[in-house]
Structure formats: C-alpha cells, structure tokens
C-alpha cells in the first residue's frame, strides 16, 4: 500500500543514496511526457524538501524546455536489488545554468562530469513510496562511461557547438534557452 509524506525522511534518504538509477519526468499542457533515465551520481538530496541533480549533454533537453514553462517534475525511484520500493518525488523545479549565480556553490556537490549543461533544483512537494513487487531484479555491473568519453572528446568549445545544434528546441519545438542561458554564441 502506497504511502504519502510532505519531505524526505532519513529512510528516504538513504534508500535515494543506495541507488543508481533515477527517472525525470516533466511535460508542458501541449507537449509531449518526457521520462528520461539518469544515472552517474549526479543526484543529491540537500534537506527533506530539496533535490539537485546534474544534467549533462545529451541528444535531448526535454527536461529544459518543459521547466521553463511548467516546472512541475516527478522523479522516480525503483529498487532493483533488496526490498521492493517504488519512491516517487513531486514538486517544482527550476534549472540553474552557467551563468547563474548559484551555479558554482551548487555545482561544487558533484564530482566534475564533463558536459554538465544545468543543474535542476527540485522543491519537493509531496514524497509517495509503494511497493515495487513487479519491479524485476537487476545485478549492478558498473557505469557506461561512453557519455563522458564523447563530451570529452568534444571540449567545451565542441559541447558549446552541440547545444547550439542540437539542445535548442525540444522535439515539440520548445525552446530550451541553454545557449543564451549559458551566454553561447554562435560564431
């Protein structure tokens, strides 16, 4: 039986720690629901209402464009080895960019990840866990660093380029701002 919370206990909090996977989901009124997985120990919880995580370079920034409009967003939780949980966090969120000032002391959480492109700070409205019964087992047998080794290959002048090309419209068309919010300029 499922149950609700208005922050993240301690429990919570540890169970988010002990896992490697985590899922986003945002959508606007008109556009499509993006569910995005993420990995590479870029989440971090920083009280029982507040969530970061890193976003790095990929071929998409649904999640972008979708928080400019409508900042609610969902992430997801299942556990895949031990107990079976499903925990669920709702709220609102906002992405924090380059040029942001809160940029550096937030994007000092993390160990540097080339490629990081936003950090999305999530104020965490309601908390829900259920049972993850049919949720399968899965044995952890370690991370993809193919990611990391393409953005740095690119740099940043070739992860500049990639967003200019590729991270300025979500697929509904949405504008993501991330080269002027990241003060890009094309040349």
């Known amino acids: 039986m499922g149950q609700q919370f208005d922050s993240i206990t301690d429990a919570h909090h540890q169970f988010i720690e002990n896992q490697r996977l985590f899922f986003v989901g945002t959508a606007t009124a008109d556009s499509r629901v993006n569910i995005s997985p ?22 998409g920034n649904e999640t ?12 997801m939780f299942c556990a895949f080895e031990g ?14 960019h380059h040029t942001d000032s809160d940029w550096a002391e937030l994007y000092q959480q993390f160990a ?7 950090i999305f700070e999530l104020t ?27 953005a740095t290959r690119k740099g940043q002048d070739g992860i500049s ?10 697929i509904d068309g949405l504008a993501t701002g991330i080269a002027e919010l990241n003060d890009v300029k094309s040349d």
């Open 38 to 59: 993420k990995g590479m120990d870029s989440l971090r919880v920083l009280g029982p209402n507040r969530v970061i995580w890193l976003n790095v370079t990929g071929s």
């Open 64 to 75: 972008a464009a979708h928080v400019q409009i409508d900042p609610r967003m969902t992430i």
């Open 83 to 96: 107990a079976p949980v499903i925990l669920r966090l709702y709220g609102q969120a906002r992405a924090i």
């Open 112 to 118: 540097p990840l080339p490629g990081a492109r936003q």
């Open 124 to 150: 965490v409205e309601l908390v829900q866990s259920s049972c993850g019964m049919a949720v399968p087992y899965f044995d952890y047998t370690g991370e993809r660093e193919l990611l990391n080794d393409w």
């Open 161 to 170: 380029d990639y967003w200019l090309r590729k991270n300025q419209r979500s």
